[in-house]
């Protein structure tokens, strides 16, 4: 079965630290770009990191400096580190994979499978 | 605030048609990056609805549909039913600053 499964979430006090995890199943995750996108309790998505298959990495301004995404791809598992947390970064944490549009151009790569998400609370 | 504007809700009886309309500018939807959309049922992820302006993955009703034009997009759902009842999200690319993947503000469908 194709799926993604986050951990890590849970309570953190603001200036503090966090790692997510992703485990993939039922792809080809080394091949396959992946992104965390956010969503801030009752408001919208946010894209806030992805990695290309090939190693390339992109942040949202809104984290850049204190998010660091990486994978493993002999565990099939995505990760974030998340440093210097703030209260705006409380959000459900979703893992996603990433698909070609069809066009070729990294900038029309969609979000074709999402995990259940992984809820993340900033909060002293 | 996003860069994509979507209405924060529509509505719609079952069996009608409804549009949910998602405004850029000509640094995402107007520079010809595609759209995409996004289904939110009540407490779970977004599932993808439409890819590429207007294709459909396999398993989605051909009741929802997608186009695209100048700088705005629009996803539209025929024969409403009770299970229509999500948050809509449009998704695409903007070039500004260092350039971002960006969703709309989304857009809550409530089935009458």
């Known amino acids: 079965e194709v799926q993604l499964l986050e951990s890590g979430g849970g309570l953190v006090q603001p200036g503090g630290s966090l790692r997510l995890s992703c485990a993939a199943s039922?792809?080809?995750?080394?091949?396959?770009?992946m992104s965390w996108v956010r969503q801030a309790p009752g408001k919208g998505l946010e894209c806030v990191s992805t990695?290309?298959?090939?190693?390339?990495?992109f942040y949202a301004d809104s984290v850049k400096g204190r998010f660091t995404i990486s994978r493993d791809n002999s565990k099939n598992t995505l990760y974030v580190q998340m440093n210097s947390l703030r209260a705006d970064d409380t959000a459900v944490y979703y893992c996603a994979k990433r698909r070609d549009s069809g066009t070729r151009n990294y900038r029309d790569w969609y979000f074709d499978l999402w995990g259940r998400g992984t809820l993340v609370t900033v909060s002293s | 605030q996003s860069v994509l504007t979507q209405p924060p809700s529509v509505s719609g009886a079952p069996g009608q048609r409804v549009t949910i309309s998602c405004t850029g500018s000509s640094s995402n939807i107007g520079a010809g990056y595609d759209v995409h959309w996004y289904q939110q049922l009540p407490g779970t992820a977004p599932k993808v609805l439409i890819y590429?302006?207007?294709n459909r993955p396999s398993g989605v009703p051909d009741r929802f549909s997608g186009s695209k034009s100048a700088t705005s997009a629009s996803l539209a759902i025929t024969g409403l039913q009770a299970e229509d009842e999500a948050d809509y999200y449009c998704?695409?690319?903007?070039?500004?600053?260092?350039?971002?993947?960006?969703f709309g503000g989304g857009t809550k469908l409530t089935v009458l």
């Open positions: 990695i290309s298959g090939t190693g390339d990495i």
């Open positions: 590429r302006n207007t």
């Open positions: 039922g792809f080809t995750f080394s091949t396959q770009a």
């Open positions: 998704q695409s690319y903007d070039s500004t600053l260092s350039g971002s993947w960006v």
